[in-house]
């Protein structure tokens, strides 16, 4: 009976994984997420949210905000927290491609790719709104500009958290270094 009850939890935790992967990878269209358990505590709060954006406030249409709309929350934003709206255009291209209900490998969620606890540490709304999601990853983002001074390394304190910038550094991860590079090369043209 033991043995049956220990089966039953592990077949449930092993379908729960698969489920939380696949939906992942449908949400993201990232082929990492469909394997890559490192994540579940985050990856499981953002489905929860996604779920609960898509059943109460968006429905199964996945009613999406409009370019217009978007651009003028960038603006607002940006305005608000004194960020060039031209660096969240291309951080938005970059983290999201412009997916309004992305969740990526790690649970980062919506057009800014903002974590589930930053977004509810400087926020109250739904992650999965544009506009929340807007204004929850440019005062992130803000907040680091005025922390390192630097573009560069508030982007890099965005990517892979500020305690990772250490010594006016960025820190040796090939993903961050590559963000960087990526959003800088275009933000400098």
Do not use: W
């Not at 305005?79 to 997916?99: A, F």
């Not at 803000?142 to 922390?147: A, E, L, Y």
Request: aromatic share 12%; proline share 4%.
């Amino acid at each position: 009976m033991l043995n049956r009850t220990y089966k039953t939890i592990i077949y449930t935790f092993i379908g729960y994984l698969l489920v939380l992967n696949m939906l992942t990878f449908l949400a993201s269209g990232s082929p990492k997420a469909l394997l890559n358990p490192f994540y579940i505590k985050n990856r499981t709060i953002s489905m929860y949210h996604l779920a609960k954006h898509v059943f109460l406030v968006a429905g199964l249409g996945f009613n999406t905000s409009e370019t217009h709309e978007v651009e003028a929350f960038i603006n607002a934003a940006c305005e608000k927290y004194g960020v060039d709206p031209k660096l969240i255009h291309i951080m938005i291209k970059v983290e999201s491609k412009g997916r309004q209900f992305a969740v990526s490998r790690t649970g980062a969620m919506g057009l800014m790719q903002v974590m589930p606890s930053t977004f509810f540490d400087i926020s109250h709304g739904d992650p999965f709104l544009a506009e929340d999601n807007i204004d929850a990853g440019v005062k992130y983002l803000s907040r680091q500009i005025k922390k390192f001074e630097d573009i560069p390394l508030a982007l890099a304190a965005y990517n892979a958290g500020p305690n990772n910038v250490k010594d006016g550094k960025v820190p040796d991860f090939g993903e961050t270094k590559h963000y960087i590079k990526k959003i800088m090369e275009e933000y400098e043209r």
